[in-house]
């Protein structure tokens, strides 16, 4: 007998990605020397830990549902987007190089 998840609100991996996408572009007008720092280690922590992760599921499988690799790979992506979406749209000028 399996248990069902029981959540009546469960986003899908699309609004979660424009969430954070709208979170980390907040984050790059108010700030884009914090944001350039968050963006960098938020994204080397996160994708260390997917990367550790698919190993360890490659040497045995867990019951780690695969939505999880899925948000991991998209908490990777969205800071990186997000910042280069930053950069196309201010023309690639960052106000704490100035």
Known sequence: ???????????????LFLLEIVVWLALWL???????LLTLIITAIVFAILV???LAEAIERSKVPRRYFW?????????VFAAI????IFGGQLTFLE
Do not use: C, H, Q, W
């Open 1 to 15: 007998m399996t248990k069902e998840n029981t959540s009546p609100f469960r986003l899908s991996l699309l609004e």
């Open 52 to 54: 550790i992760a698919l």
């Open 71 to 79: 948000i991991m790979g998209l908490s990777v992506v969205a800071p």
């Open 85 to 88: 979406l930053y950069l196309l």
């Open 30 to 36: 108010l700030n884009d020397y914090m944001a350039t």
